[in-house]
Structures are given as C-alpha cells and as structure tokens.
C-alpha cells in the first residue's frame, strides 16, 4: 500500500491517482477486499494507490473527484453523484 502525494509513477505501474477539487468520500478495495483507502480527501489533495488488480472504487460527490488509472484519466458515471466502478 502507497499512500503519497502526487508523484511520477514507474512506467507500466497499476497506480490510481485521486484529485479532489472539494470535499470528496472515497474507498477503494483491492483484489482481495483489502480495504486502501476509506476516507474523505481534502480539497487540493492528490493521492496514489497501488493495489493487487481489480480495484473496486467508490467515490462520492464525484463531480469534483478526478481518478487517473495507469495514467489515463477515467470517466466517472455517477448517480447521485456517486461513482462505482472497478478497474482492471
């Protein structure tokens, strides 16, 4: 587990980086249900997460959340401004 501000990533490392413009709850599980992170992420804060793959990651008040997986960005479809989904 890597929890860290922004940095540059190995190249062909499986990272998620989380951006939060405001206040956003975000858990993310690996592979095995471990759970990486489960916590509200600051405005202005930027993490990277590795984790055994998929990744099941959930983020509330998404509209201001941007994800990047393995360095291109990912779409967040949201209800409720609620974004599910699971990265490979």
Known sequence: LALAPSTSQAPGAAALRIAARGASWVEVQDASGRMLLSRTVQPGEALTLD??????????????????FRGQPVRLDTRDNVARLELQ
């Open 51 to 68: 984790g055994a793959l998929p990744l099941r990651v959930k983020v509330g008040n998404a509209a201001v959340t941007e994800l990047s």
